[in-house]
Every structure is written in C-alpha cells, then in structure tokens.
C-alpha cells in the first residue's frame, strides 16, 4: 500500500488510477477509449439530461462543508499568532481566503461531475494540505503547552469524515457514473467521425 492510499484510502486511489488510465487514453484520443464504451452506453447517454436517472450528489455535496470548516479552523489559529491585525484586517483576512476556498471547491466539484479526473485531484490536494497545515500547527501547541488544541482537533475530525466520504459507496459511484457519462460522450464523437 503506498503512502498516499493510506492518506486517502485504498478506494480513492483505486478510483484515481483508474481516472488517470482513461484520462491518458482520452488525451491521445486513442482508439483504445471505445473499448470502454460501447454504442447502447452511447446511445443512452446521449439522451436528454431529464430523460437520465437522477443522480445522488450528496457525497459531494457534504465534502464542501467539511473542507470548509478544516480550512477555517486551521486559518483561526494562524490569524490568532499574527500580531496587530486591526478588526477589519482580521475580518477580511479570514473572510477573503474562505471566499476564495469556497470557489475552489465548486471548482473542483464541477470537474468531478463533468468526469474529469482532475476533480478527484483537487480533493486530493486539499485534503493533503489541510492535513499538514493542521499537523504543523499542532506540533508547537503541543509542545509548548501554549494555546488551544479543540480547534485543530476539530480540524483533524473535520478531515477524517473527509477521507470516510471520498472512500463511500456513495462518492465512487457519482465518480464512476459521471466519468462513464464524459466517456460514452467522447466515444460516441470519435465513432461518428470514423464513420
């Protein structure tokens, strides 16, 4: 087991693996990608959006909130040590790069239900950083004795449900249904134009 899979689990990268093989066979627009498809999947697919099954987005949709109060948590701490922020600076040094935190996420998840494999990249980058960020901060506090640890602590529990839902039923299969949506798509364009 490599040491990413035991930061993010086994499922997740088994998932990112199996991302990066069709994203490789996708960018050569490889003839191989129509052996991942084929023309009832195609057809299928390229039904209207109404006429498909409704998918269940929550997964996703519960990272968002999760991240969120990770990064917060974890940015508290960081603003608390900086001496002689006045109350507007301090406001708009925690609101401004939540804000922007909040935008990085939809991106991601945008990307992760068009099927592109760089949605689970996102994820992955965030929660690696967020899971340093909030071990570097722990450290000195816990050597020094001096401050609080429950929000970091919160922060590490914020990330654990983070790792539990990107490793769930739930999240694989939106993963793997939007990835083969992308993928009967992109197939069905190549079939028509070798015809």
């Not at 929550?58 to 608390?80: D, G, I, Q, T, W």
């Not at 050597?143 to 490793?167: E, K, Q, T």
Request: hydrophobic share 50%; proline share 6%.
């Amino acid at each position: 087991m490599s040491f990413l899979s035991l930061l993010t689990g086994r499922v997740f990268q088994d998932l990112m693996q199996h991302g990066k093989e069709i994203e490789e066979a996708v960018a050569r627009r490889d003839t191989r990608l129509l052996n991942h498809s084929t023309p009832e999947l195609e057809r299928y697919f390229s039904r209207p959006l109404s006429e498909l099954p409704r998918q269940n987005p929550y997964p996703v949709a519960a990272l968002l909130p999760l991240f969120l109060v990770a990064f917060a948590l974890n940015l508290l701490p960081f603003l608390h040590a900086l001496p002689g922020l006045s109350p507007l600076h301090h406001a708009l040094s925690f609101f401004i790069p939540s804000l922007t935190m909040t935008c990085v996420l939809i991106v991601i998840s945008v990307l992760l239900a068009r099927g592109k494999t760089s949605g689970l990249l996102g994820f992955t980058a965030l929660f690696i950083i967020l899971l340093i960020a909030t071990l570097v901060q722990a450290l000195p506090i816990l050597l020094s004795h001096d401050g609080s640890l429950w929000p970091l602590v919160i922060a590490s529990f914020a990330l654990l449900l983070c790792r539990m839902v990107m490793n769930s039923r739930g999240f694989v299969l939106f993963t793997l249904y939007c990835r083969t949506q992308r993928l009967a798509r992109l197939a069905r364009e190549m079939r028509l134009k070798s015809r």
